[in-house]
């Protein structure tokens, strides 16, 4: 278990829908990291925060939105939603002194029908 | 700009035999280095890391990877494999800044009876 919670697990909803992943770091972390793994694109960063700060983009779509809230914990939000966003999501954490290691949450499966 | 290349995205090993998972990464700076391993239906774990220092790294469950910089390579390693290690292996690059992951695609790694 790294420390890492991540919900819900499952998600199935249809396409045009909007869904939150809702994602807790580990106790004590301010680094929050959102992945996207598909079959197509494999493991793809999305966005990065530190203490609620937007810190990093990567290759996020304009219809995804995250933010970190104070007490440390994030949410991914997906809107617009089209059967290629069916995928597994993951939030990672890092300690604040040792931002180089990152601990994966057991992800959330998107199915987009 | 970084990337990751594992080269061979399916393996097989007899049960007891050496395992070896390639993986070469280009980096404008020094790199931070990292292999995962992802169970069917789980996240990603950390198996080990290099960030400075000595060049072999030792890992969790028997595994050790080298990080040769003249060969730009971090292959990964394990003398003698067992059924419970067939797994999904991802090597991941980042640097110092933001720190986000690149990953590779994945070595599937099958352990043969």
């Known amino acids: 278990d790294s420390g890492v919670t991540q919900t819900p697990k499952h998600l199935i909803t249809a396409t045009g829908q909007r869904v939150t992943l809702r994602c807790s770091p580990r106790s004590g972390d301010l680094s929050v990291y959102w992945y996207q793994q598909s079959l197509d694109q494999g493991l793809q960063f999305l966005i990065q925060y530190y203490n609620g700060e937007e810190r990093a983009k990567g290759n996020i779509l304009e219809r995804f939105s995250a933010q970190q809230f104070p007490d440390l914990h994030s949410e991914l939000n997906l809107s617009s939603l089209e059967l290629g966003d069916s995928a597994l999501y993951f939030c990672?954490?890092?300690?604040?002194?040792?931002?180089?290691?990152?601990?994966f949450g057991p992800g959330t499966r998107l199915t987009v029908l | 700009a970084q990337s990751v290349t594992q080269l061979g995205s399916h393996v097989s090993v007899s049960e007891g035999a050496l395992v070896l998972l390639r993986c070469n990464y280009s980096s404008s700076v020094p790199p931070y280095l990292f292999w995962y391993v992802q169970y069917p239906n789980q996240g990603l774990q950390l198996l080990l890391k290099y960030t400075t220092g000595a060049t072999l790294v030792k890992g969790i469950n028997g595994f050790e990877a080298e990080f040769k910089k003249s060969e730009t390579s971090f292959h990964l390693t394990k003398p003698s494999a067992h059924m419970s290690d067939a797994a999904e292996y991802f090597c991941?690059?980042?640097?110092?800044?933001?720190?986000?992951?690149?990953f590779g695609t994945g070595t599937r790694l099958k352990v043969l009876a």
């Open positions: 991941a690059v980042s640097g110092s800044g933001t720190y986000k992951y690149i």
């Open positions: 990672a954490s890092s300690a604040s002194g040792k931002l180089d290691t990152q601990y």
